[in-house]
């Protein structure tokens, strides 16, 4: 716990923290999804273990849904941004998009650059 409340409250990384020494990738996640699938859903009415499938929800076998999702997501949390806001939404999904989902459409739901 001392070493996340020192993360959050003094911005600093723990004393035994260390990066990768490369960038990486996504590279092999089909085989770790394939190893241990799940479907997207809850707790149903509040309560637990009584988890229930979501099928409006994304997941990893639909690469297109899930970034719709996400993009739906934002425009729900941010539904009329401004200024630098809006301007660091709208790269932040171009970084999102041209890194995980080239194959898709791109959505610009809070226009363009």
Known sequence: MEAAASFFRDMKFPPDFHRSSHPT????????????????????????????????????????????????????????????????LIKNLGYFYNNGFPQCPELHPFGQL
């Open 25 to 88: 990738s996504g590279e092999g996640i089909e085989q770790v999804i394939a190893a241990h699938p799940w479907l997207p859903g809850g707790n149903a009415d509040g309560q637990l273990n009584n988890y229930v499938v979501d099928p409006t929800s994304a997941d990893f076998t639909d690469p297109c849904g899930l970034y719709v999702f996400v993009v739906g997501a934002l425009q729900g949390l941010y539904p009329n941004p401004t200024g630098i806001l809006r301007r660091n």
